[in-house]
């Protein structure tokens, strides 16, 4: 495949019942509560072999922070960096969860108002850096990113309804 050739963007859409703000606020300050560690993560992807679990997950909030993992054995695996953080309606990463040579690809995620909830947008894109493996690497994730949208909004549903 042609490095140059446009790859159609995985988009993926969840409602949540919380207001824009305390969205945003769970998606970043308390992303280890949510997200599918044992399906997505360096762990999960045997970077670091068997018996390693993560421990916590840190989402650093600012322009130039981090995301990333922190094992068992207190290794700190990246995921992304933030490349924009527009608290509370806008996050775009550099998205790298692995060591391969390869360039990042980018996910952004908005928080609209949405009646008495919010509408959370993912559009994860760039694909054709990734060269040859481009259209490998957005068929995995476009069935990928659902599990990690619906644990965010059943976290959501937990906060609104407690």
């Known amino acids: 495949m ?3 050739a446009p790859v159609e963007p995985v988009r993926k859409s969840v409602r949540v019942p919380l207001p824009i703000d305390a969205a945003f606020r769970l998606f970043v300050d308390d992303i280890d509560r949510w997200w599918p560690v044992e399906l997505f993560s360096r762990v999960a992807d045997e970077q670091y ?4 679990a993560v421990r916590r997950i840190v989402f650093e909030p600012r322009r130039g922070g981090r995301l990333y993992e922190v094992t068992s054995e207190g290794v700190e ?7 924009e953080y527009e608290p509370p309606s806008r996050i775009v990463l550099a998205w790298k969860p692995n060591d391969r040579d390869e360039p990042p690809t980018e996910v952004e995620v ?3 108002p949405d009646g008495d909830g919010a509408l959370v947008r993912l559009e994860h894109r760039g694909w054709e850096r990734l060269g040859a493996r481009a259209e490998e690497a957005r068929a995995g994730h476009d069935g990928g990113w659902q599990t990690p949208l619906d644990r965010f909004a059943a976290a959501a549903a937990d906060v609104a309804g407690g």
């Open 2 to 4: 042609n490095g140059d």
């Open 49 to 52: 072999g068997n018996g390693v």
């Open 77 to 83: 695996g990246s995921w992304a960096e933030v490349l």
């Open 110 to 112: 908005r928080f609209e």
